[in-house]
């Protein structure tokens, strides 16, 4: 055991993160995840360890077990991936491909919710792997993606740069601006000046906050949405807000789009078809199908 600090309590210090890589050439690959953590100035700390032996399922879930520290295992096609709970995970958006090219209104109850075209720029601010910003960037909008965890933000842009470099894919990546931010403290950065200019208005807000794990599934039917292993691992490094800190979120997020320039401003919010009202706020209208609900809340 080392005794490096803690990190999974979101209090702001700094990860140190356990790097597995496969073999000694992946020296290229390895700087370059410390200039995006430079660049975008992670409070991240790798440290580096090639792996001596194959990293079995097995050895894997000894690893999670052992180690009091995140790990991220650098593959041997120098994919990044997040070592939680014996399980690897990714943002893997490459796997959304079909998904992304055949999204609209009738395939997506987000887009449904959200209504944006190709002119507005919405702010993800709980961006986790970023799966639901590329559906809504699908539509040519701007995405200002906010993750707080630094580690899922570093996920979130090596896997923008990788993408980056397909060209099917450029024009996409170019809409996503990857943010490493708590949602209020950037909120209260936005100035109002700055975003009621044309330019920076903000249309849409979108809030994918955490929820109890047991919130997914009805409790008498059990109807419901099963967590996937992207939740589950989300689940091992954020929590849920306390009602306090959803109705901060919900209302400076309010407060944002009530200043978008056509006074059209929306909050969306995603919640598992079951569960309770963020904030227990009345929504303005929802949307939603057995395994998901929107509540829009209108500016
Ligand atoms: C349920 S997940 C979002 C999943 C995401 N919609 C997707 O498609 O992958 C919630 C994520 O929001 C992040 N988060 C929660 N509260 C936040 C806040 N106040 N500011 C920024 N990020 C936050 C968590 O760290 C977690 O990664």
Redesign the pocket.
């Known amino acids: 055991m080392t005794d490096v600090p803690q990190t999974y309590d979101e209090t702001g210090a700094v990860v140190h993160c356990k790097l597995f890589c496969v073999n000694d050439s992946q020296q290229a690959q390895v700087e370059r995840l410390q200039s995006l953590i430079a660049e975008h100035t992670l409070p991240i700390i790798l440290d580096i360890e090639v792996a001596t032996e194959r990293l079995t399922q097995k050895r894997r879930q000894q690893l999670s077990q052992a180690s009091t520290q995140p790990i991220l295992l650098l593959d041997d096609k120098d994919k990044l991936s997040w070592l939680s709970d014996g399980l690897s995970v990714a943002?893997e958006w490459d796997k959304l491909q079909r998904r992304v090219v055949s999204a609209g209104r009738k395939s997506e109850l987000l887009l449904q919710a959200v209504k944006i075209t190709s002119d507005s720029h919405v702010i993800?601010?709980?961006?986790?792997?970023?799966?639901?910003?590329?559906i809504l960037a699908s539509t040519g909008a701007q995405v200002t993606m906010?993750?707080?965890?630094p580690l899922?933000a570093l996920l979130l842009l090596v896997e923008q740069q990788r993408m980056s470099a397909l060209p099917n894919w450029q024009k996409l990546m170019s809409r996503l601006q990857i943010i490493n931010?708590?949602?209020?403290s950037?909120f209260a950065s936005l100035k109002a000046d700055d975003i009621s200019n044309d330019g920076n208005a903000v249309d849409v807000v979108?809030l994918?906050?955490?929820?109890p794990e047991d919130s997914y599934q009805d409790n008498k039917t059990g109807k419901g949405a099963k967590v996937g292993k992207?939740?589950q691992a989300?689940h091992q490094?954020?929590h849920p807000?306390t009602l306090d800190?959803e109705r901060q979120?919900l209302n400076s997020a309010k407060a944002i789009v009530s200043r978008s320039a056509q006074g059209q401003g929306r909050v969306i919010v995603?919640r598992p078809q079951f569960a309770p009202l963020l904030a227990d706020e009345p929504a303005s209208e929802s949307w939603h199908n057995e395994a998901v609900r929107f509540d829009g809340y209108f500016a």
């Open positions: 943002p993800d601010a709980t961006a986790g792997f970023g799966h639901d910003s590329l906010l993750e707080q965890q899922m931010a708590d949602a209020l950037y979108y994918d906050p955490m929820f992207h939740m989300l490094l954020a807000p800190e979120l995603k």
